[in-house]
């Protein structure tokens, strides 16, 4: 994770991870225990259902209330604020199907 937010930081990327529903809070612990506090954290979960839920905050902000994601279908986008211009578009969409198709564009 270290070596891919330094990476982010280098190339001016957005870093996009997305894991088994059942390993969500692991993964959500690694990202908040190892990345800097003020690389920024966007957390996608649920996406087009009643219970969506996108938001985007500083690994500081999100210590200090990290939110349940257990078995919720989850995209996590890691990424600096200090480009100084536009980070990035991300577009994601999931069908009924279960198969997700994820489109970038900066």
């Not at 990476?7 to 908040?32: D, G, K, V």
């Not at 990290?66 to 990424?79: E, I």
Request: proline share 4%; charged share 25%; net charge neutral.
């Amino acid at each position: 994770i270290k070596t891919l937010e330094q990476r982010s930081n280098r190339e001016r990327q957005t870093q996009i991870f997305i894991e088994t529903p059942y390993r969500n809070n692991h993964m959500l612990a690694a990202l908040l225990e190892t990345c800097h506090p003020d690389t920024r954290l966007c957390i996608a979960a649920d996406i087009t259902t009643e219970t969506e839920y996108i938001v985007t905050k500083k690994i500081g902000d999100w210590r200090k209330q990290v939110p349940d994601l257990h078995k919720r279908p989850t995209v996590f986008l890691d990424f600096r604020s200090n480009f100084g211009g536009s980070i990035a578009a991300v577009v994601v969409v999931v069908v009924d199907t279960g198969f997700s198709t994820l489109s970038t564009t900066i």
